[in-house]
């Protein structure tokens, strides 16, 4: 069993940025692929980001791409989600997610254990 914790999430204003991190616990964190999807209001949950187990590979969605980064601290067990220039599509509860077989990185599917999710809100 993994447990994941997310935090760093808040009201941001468009342009601003936010870092989300997602604390994991109960398993070796290094043999997990990590991965963050998205839920807005009213919407299907959404790919984000993904970082394989090394932390070398990566994977974004297009809508997120040159501003988001995900990374990784294996000595930490913490995955971040660095958001820059926000925009209020970004709105929505962001989602923490880990996979031990993961092949397909952005389908949701593939992942075995997620976190309770964190609210970013940004305002126009």
């Known amino acids: 069993q993994v447990q994941l914790v997310e935090s760093g999430g808040g009201l941001v204003q468009a342009g601003g940025s936010l870092r989300l991190s997602c604390a994991a616990s109960?398993?070796?964190?290094?043999?997990?692929?990590m991965g963050w999807f998205r839920r807005a209001p009213g919407k299907e949950r959404e790919f984000v980001a993904a970082i394989r187990r090394s932390g070398i590979i990566t994977d974004y969605a297009d809508s997120v791409k040159g501003r988001f980064t995900i990374s990784r601290d294996n000595a930490k067990n913490t995955v971040y989600l660095q958001m820059n220039s926000l925009k209020p599509e970004d709105t929505a509860v962001y989602y923490c997610a880990a996979g031990s077989t993961v092949v397909r990185a952005t389908a949701a599917y593939e992942y075995d254990y997620w976190g309770q999710g964190t609210q970013v809100t940004v305002s126009s």
């Open positions: 109960g398993r070796t964190f290094s043999n997990y692929a």
